[in-house]
């Protein structure tokens, strides 16, 4: 098994956030998965299928690459949620 820090130092540009950043912070970056634009970002760079496959498992790496929600449905889901515990 990779040590699952054994990349964290390497940096990258992010498309996303328009600034470098290092692996470490996309790979923590959801709920301690990595960020589902990983394989993009970092492919090519580092062996990311092998690291993925090493170190997550097939429902975590589900869980990584799900597409996401609409923003619209999220934000509904969590005020749905805070009104059900508030009574």
Known sequence: ???????????????VLGHHLKFGYCRVLR?????????FCWD?????????????????????FEIPKNKVVTLLALIERAQNRSG
Not at 1 to 15: A, V
Not at 51 to 63: A, S
């Open 1 to 15: 098994m990779l040590e699952i820090d054994r990349f964290d130092e390497q940096e990258k540009y992010c498309p």
């Open 31 to 39: 709920e301690g998965l990595p960020c589902s634009k990983i394989r």
């Open 44 to 64: 090519g760079r580092l062996p990311i299928s092998d690291f993925l496959n090493r170190n997550f498992t097939m429902d975590e790496q589900e869980k990584i």
